[in-house]
């Protein structure tokens, strides 16, 4: 029987740190010294998703795999994630030479399979026009809706599949963010699948066991892909610029140079809201605070700051009064380490 779930979601448009916050939950001991957790699954998406996790001061880069697997944790595949066999094939073998006991990683037998014909489907008439990452995730997810979809179950070997028992401490891990959720983001410009923390409800349990619910967010804002809200031109602002390259902001995925704006703090103060955030975690402080220029968007206005604790306190203040469930916050001033 399942005890509790804790859920980790992205509070933007992916790209927030979920990967070091999972991964740093993850490898949580309990006082006899076993893991804390006894399963990490993920609830939706694909290898459009892109991880950044630190194990012993190395960095390794993931897509599907949950981050269980780096400190000996089960990690399953949810039925709500879509998969592409070749390039999950090619993670596993990655872990495997990097060490790590793969023989841990499972994949819901209900999960659905992204074919060569889907990945041809979403270049033709989804990449361009909407700036996808092109790996064949809104085709397999019409195909799933459509009821033709290929299933796990009938495509993986028998030993991966999950036997979708859930038990003791269970960790989701988001993928995306909130505001590329199929029905809450700006459709079309969206993903194709619920990236709000209720969906980790469909690994199988029902949403009592929600415990805490992690909310990673970014002290600034990135994009990739299209977006009316991160227009182009925002490429060409040099203070930007400047951010962008202090902050390596490039895709894990697709290697696109993201858009990057000033902190929207009332689409930040309205997730944690609407995700019913406990725990709030703000990445990349180390990196703003080194650019000299401190700016948030709040109230229609762009807000400049002097210093950067200054801004850290509007920020910090604001939340506070603007957010009924008043979640505990933590500024990450390390890639690393939250
Ligand atoms: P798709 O998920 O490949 O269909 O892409 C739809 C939109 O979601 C595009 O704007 C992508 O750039 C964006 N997107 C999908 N996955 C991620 C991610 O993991 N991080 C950031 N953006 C993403
Ligand atoms: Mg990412």
Known sequence: MINKADVVVGLAWGDEAKGKITSQLAKTKSFDGSNY???????AGGNNAGHTVFVDGKKYKTHLVPSGVFFGVKS?????????????????????????????????????IVTDDHIELDKRF????????????????????????????????????????????????????????????????????????????????????IDKIWGAAKIYDTRSGEDPRFPASLLEDPVLKMLADLGQEYGVTTGRRRKVNWLNLNMLILAINKTGTTNLVI???????????????YGGRLVSFKEFQQLLEFVEREIKSNCPLNPSITLSYSPENI
Not at 37 to 43: H, K, L, N
Not at 180 to 200: E, K, M, R
């Open 37 to 43: 957790y006894d399963i990490v699954g993920r609830w």
């Open 126 to 209: 989804l990449a361009e026009k909407l700036g996808t990452t092109a790996k064949g995730i809104a085709p397999c997810y019409a195909d799933k809706a459509a009821r033709i979809g290929t299933l796990a179950v009938h495509a993986l070997d028998s030993e991966m599949i999950w036997d979708e028992e859930l038990y003791g401490n269970v960790l989701c891990e988001g993928a995306q963010g909130v505001w590329l959720d199929i029905d809450h983001g700006l459709y079309p410009y969206v993903t194709s699948s619920t990236t709000f923390p209720y969906a980790a409800c469909s690994l199988g349990f029902p949403p009592q066991k």
């Open 283 to 297: 990445s990349k402080c180390d990196i703003l605070s080194q650019l000299g220029h401190y700016k948030v968007h």
């Open 76 to 112: 399953v595949v949810g039925p709500g994630c879509v998969l592409n066999i070749k390039s999950f094939n090619e993670e596993i073998e990655y872990l495997k030479d990097s060490g790590f006991d793969t023989a841990l990683i499972k994949v819901s037998p209900r999960c659905h």
